[in-house]
Structures are given as C-alpha cells and as structure tokens.
C-alpha cells in the first residue's frame, strides 16, 4: 500500500497547486492501493470522491507542497473512514462490567481473553474469565493456563503475568448456564470486569448465533465484541456486519495485525458494518493488545513518517499575516536576515530538527550524523545574525558588499568569515528560489561575494 501511494505523492512533484486535472493521476495511484489493501469497491469510491472534492479547494498553505497537502488530505479521510476517535470500552455503572466475545474459530478469541485482562488489569481493574467454549476442552484449558500465567508457562507468551481467576465449568453444561453462573461468582467475588470466552465455528452457522443469543440475553453484556482476523481482508467488515445483524454487536476487535494483512479490514470495517473497531491485536505475547487509534492507523498505512502533523503544524506556526507579508517582500525582493531568523525559528518551534526531517517525505534515509550537522547549521546560523546590526538584517548587499562587515559578524559571533559569507550566499540562494517558488520571472539574481 505504502509504495503505490508514495506513486501517488510522487506525480505531484514540481507541481504549485493542487488541480482537478493534476490529480487525476494520483487519485488513480490511490485508487489502485486502496483496492490492493482489500478495501471494498464501493468504501474505494466514496473515499476517492470525498478526497477529489477537498483536494481541489485547498488554499495554498506557504512552505507546504501540494503533495504534502494531498497526504494530509488522504490521511484525515481515512481517519474519518476508520471512525474518527478513539472509540473507548463501556463500562458499566454499578456491578461487573461483562465483556462477551465472539467470533470464528482460530481468529484469536480466547488469546484476546486473557490479554484484554492483562491490559484492564494494568488500569487497575479486577478481572475473571469465563470459558465458554464448552466444544473444545483444549480451549478451556488453553484459558485456565492463560489466566494463570504465575503458575504455568505458555509457550506464547514471553512477558507478564496475567494472573486472573478463570470459571470454568466442564463440557457438559449450556454455555448461557456457564456464563449465568460466570456472573454470579463474580459478584459474589466483586469483580470489575467478567470476559467470556465463547466457541467459535469454521463459518457462521444457526446453532452458533442461536448460543450467542442465548448467552447474550443472560449477561446483558456491556460490550459485545467481534473478534475478527486482519488477515481475512474484505471479509472482516461483512463478518461484522452479519454479526451485528444477527445478535447486536457493540464493536470489533481486529487481531494479528502483526502479520502481513493488506490493512483493508481495519479501513473497511467502521463504513460497512457501521460498528467501530476498539481494539487491536497485533502480536501473540499479553501486551500485543491495544485501543484503536484511526489517527495512527491512517499514518501506518501512509507510511509517511508524520508529514501530517507537518503540515498541522505549518498552519499553525506560519500565520497568515506572517505568511502574506512574507510574500510581499519576496515579491519586492526585500527578503532579509529578520525573516530569515523567523522563518528558522519557526521551524524551531515546529520541533527539533530531527523530528522533521522525518516528517519530510522523502527524507527517510537521513542518518542521525547527518541530523545533528543540521541542527547545529541551524544553531550557528543564529548566532551569525544575531551578529548583525539591523541595517545588515534588512540589507544583505551589505554584507555582500563589504568583506570587512563579514569580518566584524565572524568575530562577534565567533564564527569563520568563510561561515559567515556561505551564510549570506544562502539567504541570496534562498531569495532566488523563492522568487522562482512565487511565480516571479524578473529578477533574482544572485549576488558575488565582493573581497
Ligand atoms: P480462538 O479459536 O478464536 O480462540 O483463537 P486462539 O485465541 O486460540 O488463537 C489462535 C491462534 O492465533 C493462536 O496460535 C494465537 O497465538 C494466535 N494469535 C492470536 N492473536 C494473535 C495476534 O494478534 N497476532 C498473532 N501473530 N497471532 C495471534
Ligand atoms: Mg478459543
């Protein structure tokens, strides 16, 4: 997904705005990616269209490229494709919160049991499991040993202890029975959270949604969570879907994102079905669980390091006025040291340096040697024109002009006069590509240092 979008961004190098006809081409790259990831035809789309009708009205933002601009767009439509917010578990006011699981067999139930204790058991909360799969001997014992880690050992997990009381009760009785009797030893014991486990099938079959009915109507459940594997792509979001139809789901959780699904299931699930994802899963140890965050997946799946909140951060530092009185003086050629010192310590505060060279597409492959020359070109660079006095700042020809000012800025600021004169060819440089960046034609020749 990530190399045919880095396509997309690619088509609009060069490019100053963003048009109906010079996104054509990307939005096909984007188009074909979504459908390579297993996103449904129709999800595909409707995202495509939304994205095409934002990308022609965006205002130019200075100092971020179309490219950037259409990433930020693509990545707040996913967001929103995937929910939004984070969508937080419920729990209940009074008396023991009850988690019931469902799902098809082998997609990670009885391993989200135990991890979900862990993880609630971490926010200070008392658990008990409830083996439900009444089919499956193996998967009770499989949940006694998961819920007491302390005193056996699993071979999947290789860190931490869940550590939780499993009620179990043989093979021989109803699993609605088992989950009634599930409840009432945990009130007797007041438990914050009861998760119960329950047997999944191959497919979906009537016996399997009738048990889950049944169980259901007998814990009243605060959540009813699907467990769906991410590697069955387009799948996922219709097995939500029909679940959701038949016995009211309250969301989803998506396991074994650690294995090299397309990603389709967690963009598909939320627009389908309806019903947002709150968990994932995404490896085989107790800790490999976490909340749903559609801002991080969207960032994943971009696989641009965090040109998103570049470009947030772009908005907000480079204000408008700032921004239009910018343009004036590069229109007239007035571009000097002050802004220059601005701009720099704008980026300044856009974070160090590092963090955005790794938010600049492309820039991936710095080496943190070649980050730390940079952060300290940016360091010296200040003292240099905090050497200058404020006729210099606003007229660098004077600089240019005279070897024996550069000399006095290089003492003052402690710096070389080779540093100081590679710094006002810069501003010249900078000066010329902006001009160029601006449309205009006339002017913007740079300079020779005078000796
Ligand atoms: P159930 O039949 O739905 O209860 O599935 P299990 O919990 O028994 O899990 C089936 C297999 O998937 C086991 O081997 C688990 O270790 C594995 N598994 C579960 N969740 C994940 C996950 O997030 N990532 C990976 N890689 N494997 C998982
Ligand atoms: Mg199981």
Redesign the pocket.
């Known amino acids: 997904l990530t190399s045919s979008l880095e396509a997309a961004w690619s088509k609009l190098k060069g490019e100053e705005v963003l048009t109906k006809e010079n996104i054509v081409e990307p939005m096909k790259d984007i188009r074909r990616a979504l459908l390579e990831a297993d996103v449904s035809l129709p999800v595909v789309r409707r995202f495509v269209q939304a994205v095409s009708e934002q990308a022609v009205g965006v205002g130019v933002i200075r100092g971020v490229t179309p490219d950037q601009q259409l990433v930020k767009i693509v990545s707040d439509e996913l967001v929103k494709l995937m929910g939004g917010e984070v969508s937080e578990l419920v729990f209940a006011k009074s008396g023991p919160s009850v988690i019931l699981l469902a ?13 979900l204790a862990f993880y609630l058991k971490k926010q200070g909360k008392s658990c008990m499991l409830v083996a439900g ?1 009444v089919y ?1 001997p193996a ?1 009770i014992d ?1 949940l006694v040993i998961l819920g007491s880690l302390n005193s056996f050992s699993y071979s ?1 997990i290789s860190l931490g202890q869940v550590d939780v009381p499993v009620y179990t009760a043989g093979t021989g009785v109803k699993p609605a029975e088992i989950a009634k009797q599930g409840l009432q030893e945990a009130k007797k014991k007041n438990i914050d959270v009861v998760i119960m ?1 329950t047997a ?1 099938r191959l497919q979906i079959d009537r016996t399997m949604m009738d048990e889950l009915k049944e169980v259901k109507q007998e814990l009243n459940p605060t959540e009813v969570l699907l ?1 769906v ?2 590697m069955t792509g387009q799948e996922a979001a219709a097995l939500v879907t029909t679940f959701n139809l038949e016995i009211g789901i309250t969301g989803a959780i998506l ?5 090299d699904s397309r990603g389709g299931a967690a963009l598909s699930v939320k627009e389908v079905s309806g019903k947002p994802i709150k968990l ?5 140890r107790m800790e ?2 976490e909340p749903f965050y559609p801002d991080r997946m969207a960032g994943r799946i971009l696989g641009m390091g965090d040109v998103l909140s570049f470009v947030e951060k772009a908005q907000e530092v480079m204000r408008v006025e700032d921004a239009e009185d910018l343009q004036k003086k590069i229109m007239s050629a007035k571009y000097d040291f002050n802004d220059f010192l601005k701009q720099t310590k704008a980026i300044a505060q856009m974070g160090s340096m590092s963090r955005i060279m790794g938010m600049i597409p492309g820039m991936g492959k710095i080496t943190p040697a070649q980050i730390r020359e940079a952060e300290k070109s940016l360091i010296l660079m200040e003292a240099m024109i905090e050497a200058m006095t404020p006729e210099e700042r606003e007229k660098p020809e004077l600089l240019a002009e005279s070897p024996v000012r550069r000399k006095r800025v290089a003492q003052d600021s402690g710096k070389t006069e080779q540093q100081v004169s590679q710094l006002v060819s810069q501003l010249f440089q900078m000066r010329a590509r902006m001009k160029k960046l601006m449309g205009v034609m006339e002017g913007g020749s740079i300079p020779a240092l005078r000796d």
């Open positions: 799902g098809l067999q082998g997609v990670g139930k009885t391993t989200v049991c135990a991890k799969d499956r998967a499989q999947v486990d999944g467990v594997d991410a396991t074994k994102l650690d294995g994932v899963g995404r490896g085989e490999d669980l």
